[in-house]
T-cell receptor, first 114, second 115 residues
Framework: DQQVKQNSPSLSVQEGRISILNCDYTNSMFDYFLWYKKYPAEGPTFLIS?????DKNEDGRFTVFLNKSAKHLSLHIVPSQPGDSAVYFCAASAVRGGADGLTFGKGTHLIIQP | DARVTQTPRHKVTEMGQEVTMRCQPILGHNTVFWYRQTMMQGLELLAY????????DSGMPKDRFSAEMPDATLATLKIQPSEPRDSAVYFC???FGEGVNTEAFFGQGTRLTVV
């Protein structure tokens, strides 16, 4: 049972336009959410995060929005650039007695077309 | 150059053989994670350590997998005996946290193929 779901395996966006990647979660204990970016043959690299006490976090071209009532978050990239082509993973964590770990979605392959 | 280092990058082995994957976390990080990536399951958390103590290994098949941290600079993941279904990319990640959400920095992974 997937607790973090990315329902779009792939997304194609034209260069310069906005890319919107979506993520849904089911575990109400999750209180911290992250986006990772992964290129082929490399490990995931951290992109941006958001705590459940916020509904928006912005870093340059990247903005993450969190809708707690809908258990939904999204990553906006604007403007999209060719180097943004990668697999994007949504991840979530819940603090449990001081222990921690990330639960990942299966990823969305973003393709930026020139 | 602070990064998580994993060895080997690639490993091909025969079914039944022992496999050991190694990870050097980023200096100063106190939390080490092992993840496995497969096409079917995506990225799954296998186990993690904080201050070298195992905190959660519920994601790991106990009968054949073992994870250890002999010291603060080395984490190992061992599979004995290996099976074809263990074929995957295994990622090590490290971070710093004490009961708070830990941002994880990933290594480049070990691609394991069991034939």
């Amino acid at each position: 049972d997937q607790q973090v779901k990315q329902n779009s395996p792939s997304l194609s966006v034209q260069e310069g336009r906005i890319s919107i990647l979506n993520c849904d979660y089911t575990n109400s204990m999750f209180d911290y959410f992250l986006w990772y970016k992964k290129y082929p043959a490399e490990g995931p690299t951290f992109l941006i995060s958001i705590s459940s006490i916020k509904d928006k976090n912005e870093d340059g071209r990247f903005t993450v929005f969190l809708n707690k009532s809908a258990k939904h978050l999204s990553l906006h990239i604007v403007p999209s650039q060719p180097g943004d082509s990668a697999v994007y993973f949504c991840a979530a964590s819940a603090v449990r007695g001081g222990a921690d770990g990330l639960t990942f979605g299966k990823g969305t392959h973003l393709i930026i077309q020139p | 150059d602070a990064r998580v280092t994993q060895t080997p990058r690639h490993k091909v082995t025969e079914m039944g053989q022992e496999v050991t994957m190694r990870c050097q976390p980023i200096l100063g990080h106190n939390t080490v994670f092992w993840y496995r990536q497969t096409m079917m399951q995506g990225l799954e958390l296998l186990a993690y350590f904080r201050n070298r103590a195992p905190l959660d290994d519920s994601g790991m098949p106990k009968d054949r997998f073992s994870a250890e941290m002999p010291d603060a600079t080395l984490a190992t993941l061992k599979i004995q005996p290996s099976e074809p279904r263990d074929s995957a990319v295994y990622f090590c990640a490290s971070g710093f946290g004490e009961g708070v959400n830990t941002e994880a920095f990933f290594g480049q992974g070990t691609r394991l193929t069991v034939v």
